[in-house]
């Protein structure tokens, strides 16, 4: 790890940030539909108003195998929501893996087997829908097609995407120009954070880049630090931080909510809470009614007392797939809807003191293992500069990084993650 630190590469970031910047200038935003039917400026102003008094938003992911796909599903969707009563606040979409790549990259003809906007109209019909927000993840900022895909999504009126976990969590073989990737990823969270008064979030899914890297949530909650050291304190972004992917046990999902809401304060804004993929019934799928209710139950309450914005995530019995139904969907967000009349005596079945000391003693473990890595990687670096911060530990890898400098003496804020309970 230190002959890799040893021998990066001298650049100069100021350039191509400023590159960014004057691009990010060029930029307008739009309201979605969904903004414009509502009333707000931006998915996070809704957020806000929402985290304020305690209300719960809803969220969902779509892996339409195509544009024509989603157009459908999502017309009949707003007349089978309205029929039922119930609403789906936001929604995420699986982009085709080629979207990942720079445009030039991308073939047109291919077969595609996820959305492919190739064009300024394709990203518009995404936050065309008046009834639901739409959430941009995987394969976005992070991706080496970040940068001309912020600005896409930017010019659409998308403005909460991610996923810069994936940054440090994913590869692509098909680019392997680490160097190149990061400039395009710090290029745009510059662009988001030219325009974080217009509402702009950068999300990040913990689970997605260091499942398997952080052993324990302390660790966790270290990389969420370094994240939001990076791109709120370096690049002037705002950061929203998910998770739950990999989260089984209710009680563990409130402590770190209450972990992120001691670091990020009263500018805690989060994108949604996902549903635990961990343990999930594969030969008997009914059955993952089970797992869904019970993070729902514990996430709403959650929610209500700690007031982060996060959405909390619906998800179908199979999980993600692109044979799910809308009334599957629909079905979900009506079970969800039974379930919030238990939610105040669930708030007061739990003892929310002992969660935030725990919650504590996890944001101490993260601040030592940030300010670690932030004072070993000054001995090869300017820490101060985005682009080489994000390099550095990509090159020298997330988990050697933790492994070598957590403290292994102190077990204060030692809370195993979930990963290890089943295979994957």
């Given at each position: 790890?230190?002959?890799?630190?040893?021998?990066?590469?001298?650049?100069?970031?100021?350039?191509?940030?400023?590159?960014?910047?004057?691009?990010?200038?060029?930029?307008?935003?739009?309201?979605?539909?969904?903004?414009?039917?509502?009333?707000?400026?931006?998915?996070?102003?809704?957020?806000?108003?929402?985290?304020?008094?305690?209300?719960?938003?809803?969220?969902?992911?779509?892996?339409?195998?195509?544009?024509?796909?989603?157009?459908?599903?999502?017309?009949?969707?707003?007349?089978?929501?309205?029929?039922?009563?119930?609403?789906?606040?936001?929604?995420?979409?699986?982009?085709?893996?080629?979207?990942?790549?720079?445009?030039?990259?991308?073939?047109?003809?291919?077969?595609?087997?996820?959305?492919y906007l190739n064009t300024p109209d394709a990203w518009v019909e995404l936050a065309s829908f008046s009834f639901s927000q739409p959430h941009l993840g995987d394969n976005m900022i992070g991706s080496p097609a970040s940068f001309e895909s912020c600005c896409?999504?930017?010019?659409?009126?998308?403005?909460?995407?991610?996923?810069?976990?994936?940054?440090?969590?994913?590869?692509?073989?098909?680019?392997?120009?680490?160097?190149?990737?990061?400039?395009?990823?710090?290029?745009?969270?510059?662009?988001?954070?030219?325009?974080?008064?217009?509402?702009?979030?950068?999300?990040?899914?913990?689970?997605?880049?260091?499942?398997?890297?952080?052993?324990?949530?302390?660790?966790?909650?270290?990389?969420?630090?370094?994240?939001?050291?990076?791109?709120?304190?370096?690049?002037?972004?705002?950061?929203?931080?998910?998770?739950?992917?990999?989260?089984?046990?209710?009680?563990?999902?409130?402590?770190?909510?209450?972990?992120?809401?001691?670091?990020?304060?009263?500018?805690?804004?989060?994108?949604?809470?996902?549903?635990?993929?961990?343990?999930?019934?594969?030969?008997?799928?009914?059955?993952?009614?089970?797992?869904?209710?019970?993070?729902?139950?514990?996430?709403?309450?959650?929610?209500?007392?700690?007031?982060?914005?996060?959405?909390?995530?619906?998800?179908?019995?199979?999980?993600?797939?692109?044979?799910?139904?809308?009334?599957?969907?629909?079905?979900?967000?009506?079970?969800?809807?039974?379930?919030?009349?238990?939610?105040?005596?669930?708030?007061?079945?739990?003892?929310?003191?002992?969660?935030d000391q725990e919650a504590a003693d996890l944001v101490a473990r993260g601040t030592q293992l940030k300010d670690n890595m932030l004072d070993y990687l000054n001995n090869f670096i300017d820490v101060k500069d985005p682009y080489i911060m994000m390099l550095?530990?990509?090159?020298?890898?997330?988990?050697?990084?933790?492994e070598e400098l957590s403290d292994t003496m102190n077990c204060r804020g030692v809370m195993l993650t979930d990963y290890q309970l089943y295979s994957h």
């Open positions: 790890m230190t002959e890799l630190l040893q021998n990066m590469p001298k650049a100069d970031s100021a350039a191509f940030l400023e590159d960014a910047r004057r691009e990010a200038k060029t930029i307008q935003i739009p309201q979605t539909a969904w903004c414009k039917a509502h009333g707000f400026k931006s998915e996070k102003e809704y957020k806000a108003v929402m985290a304020r008094k305690g209300g719960l938003m809803y969220h969902t992911h779509f892996c339409f195998p195509s544009r024509e796909a989603m157009v459908r599903d999502m017309t009949r969707l707003e007349g089978q929501l309205a029929e039922s009563g119930v609403v789906l606040d936001r929604f995420g979409v699986s982009l085709d893996p080629s979207m990942a790549l720079p445009a030039t990259m991308r073939q047109d003809a291919a077969a595609h087997n996820g959305l896409s999504a930017l010019r659409a009126g998308v403005t909460t995407m991610g996923n810069i976990s994936q940054f440090f969590g994913w590869d692509y073989p098909e680019f392997p120009d680490t160097e190149a990737r990061t400039r395009s990823a710090v290029m745009a969270m510059a662009v988001m954070g030219e325009h974080r008064a217009d509402g702009t979030l950068v999300h990040s899914n913990l689970d997605d880049g260091y499942g398997d890297k952080c052993g324990d949530m302390g660790q966790l909650i270290g990389m969420a630090l370094i994240e939001k050291y990076i791109a709120e304190d370096l690049l002037g972004a705002k950061v929203a931080h998910s998770f739950g992917d990999m989260f089984h046990s209710p009680y563990k999902r409130l402590v770190f909510l209450a972990a992120l809401k001691q670091i990020h304060g009263d500018e805690a804004f989060g994108s949604m809470v996902f549903t635990n993929k961990l343990g999930r019934a594969k030969g008997q799928i009914g059955l993952n009614d089970a797992h869904l209710c019970t993070c729902l139950l514990f996430d709403m309450a959650g929610q209500v007392y700690y007031q982060t914005g996060h959405a909390v995530t619906v998800m179908a019995d199979c999980g993600l797939d692109d044979q799910v139904t809308n009334e599957e969907i629909v079905r979900k967000l009506a079970l969800a809807r039974e379930l919030e009349a238990y939610v105040p005596e669930v708030l007061h079945a739990i003892d929310f003191c002992a969660v550095a530990i990509k090159t020298a890898g997330v988990k050697n990084l933790v």
